[in-house]
């Protein structure tokens, strides 16, 4: 289960907040994979090198993630050791990558509610730098303001390598199996 964490409303596309949206439709685009819209996410099912795979847009406000997430993984029944939660994270530079086995939420309150839902914090993640070095920033004001032209082609370059990374966890689930 790969979750790309975002806000579903069409005004927060191309924002710092929903990268973790686009790079699961990077991964989908890759895998040739459809979404199917239910009440409660986006889901795109298929495989990779024989494994089976499935990409997750919860539908619901990026702080209420935690719930959605808990409610389709009772009705799908998977749990969290099985989610690779894909997410920005405004501490670490633009367009650095970098990937977690557990921990905190890091002042991110969409992980926050998954990690309550879920009571662990056993979570995989991969988290796309979207800070600005130096800089004093309005936090909310900023992760949901669209990305300027400069900060784009930086994005861009890194959720290619948030999806080799994604692809570099799966790898590793199957062969801890």
Known sequence: ????????EARYANTPHNIGYEVVDRLAASFELIWDATP???????????????????????????????????SMAFGSEQCI????DLDLPLG???????????????????????????IQRVKVGVGKAGEKLDRISYVLTAFDDDSRATIDQSILTAEARVLELLELQ???K
């Open 1 to 8: 289960m790969i979750v790309g964490l975002g806000n579903p």
């Open 40 to 74: 409660e996410a986006w889901i795109a099912r298929g495989s990779s090198k024989g494994r089976a795979v499935c990409l997750i847009k919860i539908r619901m406000p990026m702080n209420a993630t935690g719930a959605g997430l808990k409610q389709l993984s009772e």
């Open 85 to 88: 939660l894909v997410f920005d």
């Open 96 to 122: 650095a990558v970098k990937t977690r086995i557990n921990g905190g939420a890091g002042g991110h309150r969409g992980v926050a509610s998954i990690l309550e839902a879920f009571q662990t914090d056993a």
């Open 174 to 176: 199957s062969k801890r």
